[in-house]
């Protein structure tokens, strides 16, 4: 398993979580740099961080359990996160995962961005809200779009201007639900199963 960071930049976003007393630690993106498809979460959370690696814990399981369905591995693949520490709230020294804000996604833009363009790959799958919107919009909801291949450029984040700008890539781009969501609410599964056969489908 490998990064597609550079020391430079993780230098970076250890900093950029040592500024902000709602953000702990530093979990890089990680996986093939030549994968199947990147697969774009949300956050690290409070598992993740203490091990050093993307999707561990229940969530890691249930993405396992996805990956298995599909027929590819971790090592196939690269994870990538629109943020890379964890965001988290403190009521009476209990710290909580929480979703990031639109400011953290912002700082750690530059870092997702650098991911995305050097990996060789043109399919991202986006897990969950916040990986989508990183890609498409805050106007975009999984709800709507799972299951659908949509090409179309991706949002990077203009150092200059502080604003978003498209980038001049076409990407395809395959949402579903985030493994945290579908083992909440079991409802969800069986969308999330027919999502998976079709991007199976797509692989092979």
């Not at 020391?7 to 740099?33: M, Y």
């Not at 229940?58 to 298995?68: F, I, K, R, S």
């Not at 709800?143 to 001049?168: A, C, M, R, S, Y």
Request: charged share 25%; glycine share 8%; aromatic share 10%.
């Amino acid at each position: 398993m490998e990064t597609i960071l550079t020391p430079e930049l993780i230098t970076k976003a250890q900093l950029i979580a040592n500024d902000n007393p709602k953000l702990e630690g530093f979990v890089a993106g990680e996986g093939s740099l030549n994968p199947k498809f990147i697969l774009v979460g949300e956050a690290p959370g409070r598992t993740e961080i203490k091990v050093g690696h993307p999707f561990q814990g229940p969530a890691g399981v249930e993405l396992d359990e996805w990956l298995n369905q599909i027929g590819v591995t971790r090592e196939e693949i690269y994870i990538a996160s629109a943020v890379k520490s964890r965001p988290f709230n403190e009521n009476n020294g209990y710290k909580r995962d929480r979703k990031p804000t639109s400011e953290e996604v912002e700082q750690f833009a530059p870092l997702f961005d650098f991911e995305i363009e050097n990996l060789d790959c043109d399919l991202l799958v986006p897990i969950g809200n916040t990986g989508l919107q990183r890609l498409l919009g805050a106007d975009q909801r999984i709800g709507k779009v799972h299951g659908t291949f949509i090409k179309h450029p991706i949002l990077e984040w203009n150092l200059q201007t502080k604003q978003w700008d498209w980038g001049k890539k076409t990407y395809t781009i395959f949402p579903t639900y985030h493994p945290s969501y579908t083992k909440r609410f079991k409802s969800k599964r069986p969308l999330v199963d027919e999502d998976l056969a079709k991007l199976k489908t797509y692989l092979n």
